[in-house]
């Protein structure tokens, strides 16, 4: 499992090539690809996805009978930083590129890596104007630490700025054209580049070593994985399985692909509506729902265990978390919690509660988020790591098992509410 999780961080290096590949796995699976802007025509026993923005990804199979929908939603961008579109930068010796933050990086955690770039063009064709994915693969940039000898306090607390500090290092030959590259990697000439969006990211492969797994972007590919796994082997219900694969969780959520869009509601809707059920059919639909938002959760570190609330730490390879906040950063209450609480039960997966200590800022993710589109029960959950946001993380070995596992049992259950709090699960 660890292996073919690797192998997934390793193609999703940016959205654009999460959504690409995922939608691979899917088509190879029988899913066909429906357009937003076409008709749809739904069979029963037939499973299909969607795309918005090239960046985020719905799939859903349909049953005979709609009684509700059974959702996963995980995010696959990570924080990394995004290459400027004047990227050129020609020093007196040096070519670098000029990049910005995306998401709250651990910055120092990049520097001295070799990185690569990828992501999307947009390019101009006798068609029209197209996207095309591209990716160097290869290492091609790095972000140079300064020496100890040039600033001794460097091991007293650093301070990073992203505009000083945080440029790539790209080449020394002035006459290599970053951009014509891209180009030529886009299989068209550079006047026909119209306009790019490309990122950095670690290109270093993960790694298995006692119980653990190292890599970069486990939050939230570890997520995003771990249940496609689960959507893809688990039997039909007669709740509808969705599986939901979000862009621009690290940044708010809040563009037209992220979890605060219309994605998810348009296209529940259009299931209901080639379904032959109405609007009112749709709200007794959601009623009978269940949203599991998947993204990790920050196990106890073991230089600084004092960081946790002490009745809520959690652990690698201790099982699936449970995350809980007042404010509502995470959208587990008791009535979600006691539903996904049965299901881990029943696929004898073992859970973990947590919650930050009360003086301590945590951060939010996609549960209540999607739930200004669409209201339903909804539960937070993620997988225990370390170095949330770092540029290479580590998490348990054991969990991604644990979380298909559970998953699988999820997708192929059906929720009805019985009264308002009561819910039998079948």
Same mark, same amino acid.
């Given at each position: 499992m660890n292996q073919k999780l690797f192998s997934y961080i390793e193609a999703c290096t940016t959205p654009y090539q999460a959504i690409a590949h995922t939608a691979g796995i899917l088509r190879d699976a029988g899913y066909t690809h429906l357009n937003e802007s076409d008709s749809w025509t739904l069979e029963a026993g037939k499973g299909y996805f969607v795309t918005r923005n090239g960046s985020s990804l719905i799939a859903f199979r349909v049953p005979d009978t709609i009684g509700g929908f059974m959702m996963t939603a995980a995010h696959c961008d990570s924080p990394c930083f995004k290459i400027k579109e004047n990227a050129q930068l020609n020093g007196q010796n040096y070519v670098q590129l000029s990049v910005e933050r995306y998401g709250g990086m651990l910055m120092a955690t990049w520097m001295d890596k070799p990185l690569s770039v990828a992501g999307r063009v947009l390019v101009r064709t006798e068609r029209g104007i197209e996207t095309r994915f591209v990716d160097f693969k290869e290492p091609v940039?790095?972000?140079?630490?300064?020496?100890?000898?040039?600033?001794?306090? $460097?091991?007293?607390?650093?301070?990073?700025?992203?505009?000083?500090?945080?440029?790539?290092?790209?080449?020394?030959?002035?006459?290599?054209?970053?951009?014509?590259?891209?180009?030529?990697?886009?299989?068209?000439?550079?006047?026909?580049?119209?306009?790019?969006?490309?990122?950095?990211?670690?290109?270093?492969?993960?790694?298995?070593?006692?119980?653990?797994?190292s890599a970069p972007r486990l939050d939230d590919l570890q997520c995003a994985f771990g249940s496609l796994e689960a959507f893809l082997s688990a039997e039909q219900a007669k709740n509808v399985p969705v599986y939901c694969l979000f862009d621009n969780e690290e940044v708010g959520s809040t563009t037209k692909q992220g979890a605060a869009s219309t994605f998810l509601k348009d296209v529940l809707l259009r299931i209901c509506a080639e379904s032959g059920l109405s609007e009112t059919d749709y709200r007794r639909c959601v009623a009978n729902s269940f949203l599991i938002s998947c993204d990790n959760a920050h196990a106890v570190h073991p230089n600084h265990p004092e960081y946790m609330?002490?009745?809520? $730490?959690?652990?690698?390879?201790?099982?699936?978390?449970?995350?809980?906040?007042?404010?509502?950063?995470?959208?587990?209450?008791?009535?979600?919690?006691?539903?996904?609480?049965?299901?881990?039960?029943?696929?004898?997966?073992?859970?973990?509660?947590?919650?930050?200590? $009360?003086?301590?800022?945590?951060?939010?993710?996609?549960?209540?988020?999607?739930?200004?589109?669409?209201?339903?029960?909804?539960?937070?959950?993620?997988? $225990?790591?370390?170095?949330?946001?770092?540029?290479?993380?580590?998490?348990?070995?054991?969990?991604?098992?644990?979380?298909?596992?559970?998953?699988?049992?999820?997708?192929?259950?059906?929720?009805?509410?019985?009264?308002?709090?009561?819910?039998?699960?079948?």
């Open positions: 940039a790095l972000i140079p630490n300064l020496a100890i000898h040039m600033n001794r306090k $460097a091991n007293d607390g650093m301070t990073y700025n992203a505009a000083v500090d945080m440029l790539p290092l790209y080449s020394q030959d002035k006459e290599v054209s970053f951009r014509s590259r891209v180009a030529e990697l886009a299989g068209v000439q550079e006047e026909a580049l119209l306009t790019t969006d490309l990122f950095l990211y670690n290109p270093q492969k993960g790694y298995a070593w006692d119980n653990f797994v609330d002490k009745n809520h $730490a959690v652990y690698m390879n201790g099982g699936i978390v449970i995350k809980y906040n007042a404010g509502q950063k995470y959208t587990s209450d008791a009535v979600s919690a006691a539903i996904f609480q049965s299901v881990c039960d029943e696929a004898g997966v073992p859970f973990q509660r947590y919650a930050n200590r $009360a003086d301590l800022m945590g951060g939010s993710t996609l549960g209540n988020i999607a739930n200004t589109q669409v209201s339903l029960n909804t539960v937070d959950i993620g997988l $225990a790591q370390l170095a949330m946001h770092s540029s290479f993380e580590t998490a348990g070995g054991k969990d991604t098992e644990y979380m298909v596992r559970a998953l699988k049992c999820f997708f192929e259950k059906r929720l009805i509410m019985t009264t308002d709090g009561s819910y039998t699960i079948e």
